[in-house]
Structure formats: C-alpha cells, structure tokens
C-alpha cells in the first residue's frame, strides 16, 4: 500500500520521530511504512490519517481500486 507519508510529513515539518511519538510507534515502524516495507494495521492507518487531519484515503493509496 503506498502512502503520502513523506510528503505530508515534509509540509509540516515533522520528523519520522515526531509522527511516530505523535501515533504511538517507532520511528523504524514509519520508516518501514513510508519505504513500502511494511503495511500499516487498519488501527494505526486510522491514527496516522487523524494525526494529519485527513481522511486515510487521503494518506493511503488503496490498492484495490482501478
């Protein structure tokens, strides 16, 4: 599943650290996620979205869809 993470993180300023504090896991977790090496939980996709405000499907790219 491929995400915004990157992006949305470098528009606020934020580190890999500062996101992980901000949601409850390791900077290593969002490094794993933001390099496609691992699939955020349903749980912590939704904590990702709400720590930037957004919808998930506006930080995670379903792909599912055509």
Known sequence: MRSRLK????????????????????????IA??????????DLAFRIAAAFGLAVE????NPHTT
């Open 58 to 61: 506006a930080v995670f790219e």
């Open 33 to 42: 996620i933001e390099s496609d090496k691992h699939d955020p939980s349903l």
């Open 7 to 30: 992006v949305l993180r470098a528009e606020r300023g934020w580190t890999q650290a500062d996101l992980g504090e901000r949601v409850g896991v390791s900077r290593q977790a969002i």
